[in-house]
């Protein structure tokens, strides 16, 4: 009753996957350990002709006891900067006025370990005919001075956070493992 059975490191096969089992009249798996392409690059539906999403890094550094992603996403992957922003040009050009920037911990992003998540916060405020930037979610340990500076001073930059608060509880974010 299976056609495919693929992982979290290879959505951009089903299509060949789906293809194969067609021809083959047999079920397919195949489950990478490692990211092979960046996921952004899909086909996708909007919802909404004027917002988009943008997934800026796949996985996560973090070891929260709650928490699955870094064992099925695997260790935080941050996308290069350029192909973020060509991907949101893209968006713009075709009428999207409002960008969400996604990712685990997304502020967390250091592309190479020097493009910051300030720093891609103020490019996309350089891209013409984007209106409104957004990101979600943010990592209260990741949530620095210049971030906050981007957002004060890159005026698409929307004056709003959704960031995930897990306790009020010392004892109990210890036990989370989340700081």
Same mark, same amino acid.
């Given at each position: ?18 293809? /194969? ?12 350990? @490692?990211?092979?392409?960046? %996921? ?22 973090? &070891? ?12 935080? @992957? *941050? ?14 050009? *075709?009428?999207?006025?409002?960008? &969400?920037?996604?990712? @685990? ?16 916060? /103020? ?17 209260? /340990?990741?949530?620095? #001075? #210049?971030?906050? #500076?981007?957002?004060?001073? &890159? %005026?698409?930059?929307?004056? @709003? ?15 989370? /493992?989340?700081?």
């Amino acid at each position: 009753w299976v056609d495919v059975v693929f992982g979290t490191h290879n959505l951009g096969s089903l299509p060949e996957l789906l293809e /194969r089992a067609r021809f083959r009249n047999e079920a397919q798996v195949e489950i990478l350990e @490692q990211l092979a392409g960046f %996921p952004s690059n899909l086909p996708t539906r909007r919802e909404s002709a004027y917002s988009g999403w943008v997934a800026i890094s796949v996985g996560c550094n973090n &070891t929260c006891t709650f928490c699955i992603v870094p064992s099925l996403r695997g260790k935080e @992957q *941050d996308r290069p900067p350029e192909d973020i922003l060509a991907e949101v040009e893209h968006l713009v050009a *075709d009428g999207v006025l409002e960008v &969400t920037l996604l990712g @685990q911990n997304v502020n967390a992003y250091r592309y190479g370990g020097t493009h910051g998540f300030a720093e891609l916060l /103020r490019a996309c405020g350089k891209v013409a005919g984007l209106r409104r930037v957004r990101f979600t979610s943010p990592h209260p /340990r990741d949530f620095t #001075d #210049d971030v906050i #500076d981007a957002m004060a001073s &890159t %005026p698409n930059v929307m004056p @709003q956070l959704h960031m995930p608060l897990q306790s009020g509880s010392d004892e109990v974010l210890r036990r989370m /493992r989340r700081s």
